[in-house]
């Protein structure tokens, strides 16, 4: 993921700098430098042509965001002279605090906040906002900062959608220029024979490549056959080749049913291979489900997204069960000695063709999540945050049980009454903090449960 750059503005009145709020800034930078990204800091900021002329040393740098520190009661300019001047989201940061010497309030920093949200709320400027302690100010900015990381991140996307949609499944429909208009995301549509010819016309030393890619997906072989195996790693290669050739970092693939036909397998390990190693991959044809799982993925900082249906819901237990056909990456394995490579159990009737990978998730925190539209075209997200089970392969593909923080009785209702789609994802991370905030930087509607 690309290095961010984050501008760091501590403002104060010039007259109210003492070494005391001197250092309170400087414990602050301290704080910010632990974070991932570059933080550019150029002393306390205490008139409106300083903070212009820090402005523009932003926007010259080209910052993703800026932490907008009231070190003290500012200058009320100084909050406007940078708004305008700036189009990224402003971090408010303001400090708790007890009187000092001679019961002086000294940085009458809330008061500074507050004006600063009365400001960008009228500029209509993005914003967040909180109360801390300078060294604690790095871990209360992460949720907004991993909303700005995937902003930034989502408007350099490029998704291949291979082969559209699947037959029937309206759910993976989406309006492409609305994902461009509200997202940056781009969509570049290449037909399955494209994957195909590409396949076929790989070298012998790239199929080899790509077979050791898919030897290592699995601990065990179970009734694959050594012809389907290779079609496997060409298929792979073939995805490869493509993400090259079209600048790809992400797939929406329509898995059948074509290409079990006239490629000879199921696409559905090959797909797990892809997330593997770099390139997310949703099944199905769903582009919002691929946007979905990078988005998590973004404001993870990392980790795999998976790609599933909600399958079961149990109200006693508060559990739900996650699921797909064995298209799950291995590295999502809750042991990899489980991992097996089989035949597809639907396709041509069950167990004729390959290749599935076939394995239980692994427990931990995760949250669910899926972007969609509603009836009227609007952008909306579900978020279900959780703790994943440890979960038995209790059926075939890749299971996972997970015991959401909400009700599961109203997280069944939001999603019936509402209507949402049957796909997910899942990331093993809690970003549920860091989503919403994206979601009201984005005008997305929340509909969080738990």
């Not at 050594?226 to 493509?242: N, S, T, V």
């Not at 291979?273 to 691929?290: F, Q, R």
Request: some cysteine; hydrophobic content about 45%.
């Amino acid at each position: 993921m690309k290095k961010r750059r984050i501008g760091y503005l501590a403002v104060s009145k010039a007259s109210w700098i003492t070494p005391k709020i001197q250092k309170i800034a400087e414990r602050t930078y301290e704080s910010l430098k632990t974070l991932p990204e570059e933080i550019l800091f150029h002393g306390v900021t205490t008139t409106e042509a300083e903070a212009i002329a820090r402005a523009e040393e932003f926007r010259a740098a080209g910052v993703d965001a800026v932490v907008m520190h009231f070190v003290t009661f500012p200058v009320g300019a100084i909050i406007p002279a940078v708004a305008q001047r700036l189009d990224v989201p402003f971090l408010l940061v303001g400090n708790t605090e007890v009187p000092g010497a001679g019961k002086m309030w000294e940085q009458n920093s809330f008061c500074g906040l507050n004006m600063a949200a009365h400001g960008m709320n009228r500029l209509r400027k993005l914003y967040s906002w909180t109360m801390t302690e300078p060294e604690n100010t790095a871990d209360a900015l992460r949720a907004p900062l991993a909303a700005v990381r995937a902003m930034r991140s989502l408007a350099e996307l490029r998704i291949g959608l291979a082969g559209g949609r699947v037959p029937g499944f309206y759910t993976s429909n989406f309006d492409e220029l609305q994902l461009r208009r509200e997202f940056g995301v781009t969509v570049e549509v290449f037909d399955l024979v494209e994957v195909v010819k590409t396949a076929e016309a790989l070298t012998e030393s790239e199929v080899e490549a790509a077979a050791t890619v898919v030897r290592k997906s699995a601990a065990r072989i179970n009734a694959v056959s050594g012809d389907e195996l290779k079609l496997a790693a060409r298929m792979y290669g073939a995805f490869r080749k493509i993400a090259e050739k079209y600048n790809l970092s992400t797939f929406a693939a329509r898995c059948w049913p074509e290409l079990p036909d006239f490629f000879g397998i199921a696409p559905c390990a090959v797909l797990g291979m892809l997330s593997d190693t770099g390139y997310i991959t949703s099944c199905e044809g769903d582009v919002t489900g691929a946007v979905t799982m990078k988005l998590l993925e973004f404001l993870a900082g990392g980790g795999l997204p998976f790609f599933v249906d909600l399958i079961r819901c149990d109200a006693k237990t508060n559990t739900g069960v996650v699921w797909h056909c064995g298209a799950a990456p291995a590295g999502l394995s809750r042991c990899f000695a489980e991992t097996e490579l089989r035949l597809h159990m639907r396709v041509d009737g069950g167990d004729k063709k390959g290749v599935t990978n076939d394995f239980a998730l692994k427990p931990g925190r995760v949250t669910l999540a899926k972007l969609d539209t509603d009836a009227d075209g609007k952008l909306r997200m579900l978020i279900a945050p959780g703790t994943a089970l440890d979960t038995e392969p209790f059926i075939r593909g890749n299971p996972l049980e997970i015991k959401f923080d909400g009700e599961v009785p109203e997280l069944v209702d939001a999603i019936m009454r509402k209507g949402f789609e049957h796909h997910y994802a899942v990331i093993h991370a809690d970003v549920k903090a860091a989503l919403v905030q994206f979601c009201e930087w984005m005008n997305i509607e929340v509909v969080a449960v738990g």
